[in-house]
């Protein structure tokens, strides 16, 4: 492989094992126990691509577009709330949590964004973050 391919690569497992919050060497176990070897490899040249690394999105921008995507696959488990933690580690507030889901609602049907809110409430930092009380 090219060392460009490598170079992507380690960016790749790189960005996974900050979204997740562990190192990069338990990103790839993890992802690999998870998916396998080969789901893992081609996960993290994805994410070591412009998607995770151009320059015209934030990592607010990204983790607010990936949360949309599995929100509107009605993914709410662990996966969800490893992107709340990194959109909240990168700005992003509870209210503009729920505004999003509002948002999402509005281009989704009720069902899935209610599943998400849900995850977000008992996901935040604090209890009453999002409405104040």
């Excluded at 070897?37 to 040249?45: C, P, V």
């Excluded at 320059?55 to 599995?70: E, F, P, Y």
């Excluded at 049907?109 to 998400?116: E, R």
């Amino acid at each position: 492989m090219s060392s460009s391919g490598e170079d992507r690569l380690a960016a790749g497992r790189a960005v996974y094992a900050r979204n997740i919050g562990v190192t990069e060497n338990q990103a790839e176990a993890l992802l690999s126990e998870r998916a396998g070897e080969q789901y893992t490899r081609e996960a993290f040249l994805a994410a070591g691509g412009p998607g995770w690394h151009g320059d015209d999105l934030t990592d607010r921008d990204r983790n607010i577009a990936v949360i949309a995507a599995l929100v509107g696959q009605h993914v709410t488990d662990e996966r969800l709330v490893t992107y709340l933690h990194a959109a909240r580690s990168a700005g992003v507030t509870e209210r503009g949590l729920a505004d999003l889901m509002v948002l999402l609602t509005a281009y989704l049907g009720q069902p899935a964004p209610s599943l998400a809110m849900a995850t977000i409430l008992t996901t935040a930092p604090q209890a009453g973050a999002v409405d104040g009380g």
